[in-house]
C-alpha cells in the first residue's frame, strides 16, 4: 500500500527554522517526483515545488523560489520541506503528494499534512 | 501561467440531486493534464478523476470528469451526504508546474 506520512504539527516563532518531513512506502521512493502544496486557512491549494528523490533534481514554483527549500534523502524514503527563517505568514498546512505521470498527470497519494503555526 | 476558475463559488444542492462543477481555463489544455480532488475538511485532498474523465481507483462511478480545451466538468451523478465537500480542478504544465483552481464549496441545502 502506497503510503505518504508527514511528521506532526509545529508550533515555530518569526525568524525561527523549520524542516518537515514526509516518508513514503509501499512503492519505489526514487522513482516518483515528490511535490509539496500549501493551504492557508481557509484558502484553496498552491502548489510550491517539486522533488526527484532519485537524483535530487528539484524545481519550484516562483511564488516560492528563494523562501523554501525542498530536498530528499532516498535512503531513508523521505523528502523534506524546510524554511530557515519563518514568517507568520508561513502559518499554513503542508501536504506532500506523490506526481504520478502514467496515463494522465495527477497528485495520485498525498500526505495526511503537517500544520505550521508561526506566532510569537 | 494558465489560470483555472472554477465556477460556482459554492454550490447548495440536496442529497439525490445531480452536482455540475465546472472549471474554465485561460489557455487550452491538455485533457492528459486536467484533474479533480475532493477536499472534506480536516482531510487531505483526495484524488477524483485524472485525465479529465477517468477515475481514480476507488472512485464510485457517480463521480464523472468530461471536457476538452478551456471547459471541463465534474458531474456526480446523485448526491450521498460524503460528497459535501469542497472540489478543485488541477492543471499540469511544463516544468513540473501543477496549478489548482480556487475551489468549488459543494454544501447542503
Known amino acids: 500500500e502506497v503510503q505518504l506520512v508527514q511528521s506532526g504539527a509545529e508550533v515555530k516563532k518569526p525568524g525561527e527554522s523549520l524542516k518537515i518531513s514526509c516518508k513514503g512506502s509501499?512503492?519505489?521512493?526514487?522513482?516518483?517526483?515528490i511535490g509539496w502544496v500549501r493551504q492557508m486557512p481557509g484558502k484553496g491549494l498552491e502548489w510550491m515545488g517539486i522533488?526527484?528523490?532519485?537524483?535530487?533534481?528539484?524545481r519550484y514554483s516562483p511564488s516560492f523560489q528563494g523562501q523554501v527549500t525542498i530536498s530528499a534523502d532516498k535512503s531513508i524514503s523521505t523528502a523534506y520541506l524546510q524554511w530557515s527563517s519563518l514568517k507568520a505568514s508561513d502559518t499554513a498546512m503542508y501536504y506532500c503528494a506523490r506526481h504520478q505521470a502514467v496515463a494522465g498527470t495527477r497528485l495520485d497519494y498525498w500526505g495526511q499534512g503537517t500544520l505550521v503555526t508561526v506566532s510569537s | 501561467e494558465i489560470v483555472l476558475t472554477q465556477s460556482p463559488g459554492t454550490l447548495s444542492l440536496s442529497p439525490g440531486e445531480r452536482a455540475t462543477l465546472s472549471c474554465r481555463a485561460s489557455q487550452s489544455v491538455s485533457s492528459s493534464y486536467l484533474a479533480w480532488y475532493q477536499q472534506k475538511p480536516g482531510q487531505a485532498p483526495r484524488l477524483l478523476i485524472y485525465?479529465?474523465?477517468s477515475r481514480a481507483t476507488g472512485i464510485p462511478d457517480r463521480f464523472s470528469g468530461s471536457g476538452s480545451g478551456t471547459d471541463f466538468t465534474l458531474t456526480i451523478s446523485r448526491l450521498e451526504p460524503e460528497d459535501f465537500a469542497v472540489y478543485y480542478c488541477?492543471?499540469?504544465?511544463?516544468?513540473?508546474?501543477?496549478?489548482f483552481g480556487q475551489g468549488t464549496k459543494l454544501e447542503i441545502k
Open positions: 509501499g512503492y519505489s521512493f526514487t522513482s516518483y517526483w
Open positions: 522533488i526527484y528523490p532519485g537524483d535530487s533534481d528539484t
Open positions: 488541477q492543471q499540469y504544465g511544463s516544468s513540473l508546474m501543477y496549478t
Open positions: 485525465g479529465a474523465s
